[in-house]
């Protein structure tokens, strides 16, 4: 499955599932919100190519954005470089705050 909702993201979280997530908006993006306390990440998409060896290759990951644009990117230039278990969260952080939690501001 190459795709997770936030709902279900939520739901697996709730039941102890714990991938890494990585967040591939600008730092300014991530001060508006941010996932922080789901372990999320900072590392911006323009980074991505010099910092990815510092995700783990061997477990499970999920790429956010904004609208789950970038992340998509994200996630298809990781299984280019051999990551296998790696998901896009479907409509990043607008569907986040849609979904799940609403007081995370839209921006």
Same mark, same amino acid.
């Given at each position: 499955?190459? $795709?997770?909702? %936030?709902? +279900?993201?939520? =739901?697996?979280?709730? +039941?102890?599932?714990? %991938?890494?997530?990585? /967040?591939?908006?600008?730092? /300014? +993006? ?5 996932? $922080?306390?789901? #372990? @999320?990440?900072?590392? %911006?998409? !323009?980074?991505?190519? !010099? ?15 904004? *609208? #789950? #644009?970038? *992340?998509?990117? @994200? !996630?298809?230039?990781? !299984?280019?470089?051999?990551? @296998? ?6 409509? #990043?952080?607008?569907?986040? *705050?849609?979904?799940?939690?609403? *007081? =995370?501001?839209?921006?």
């Amino acid at each position: 499955m190459d $795709e997770i909702t %936030p709902l +279900e993201f939520k =739901k697996q979280w709730d +039941e102890g599932r714990r %991938p890494v997530l990585i /967040d591939v908006r600008g730092a /300014d +993006e991530w001060e508006i919100c941010n996932l $922080e306390e789901f #372990g @999320a990440r900072l590392i %911006p998409l !323009q980074e991505l190519p !010099q910092r990815y060896t510092e995700i783990p290759k061997d477990g499970d990951i999920v790429m956010q954005c904004r *609208s #789950g #644009g970038r *992340s998509a990117q @994200a !996630q298809r230039f990781l !299984q280019a470089q051999g990551y @296998a278990k790696v998901q896009n969260l479907t409509g #990043g952080m607008l569907r986040w *705050s849609d979904e799940v939690d609403s *007081s =995370k501001p839209r921006y």
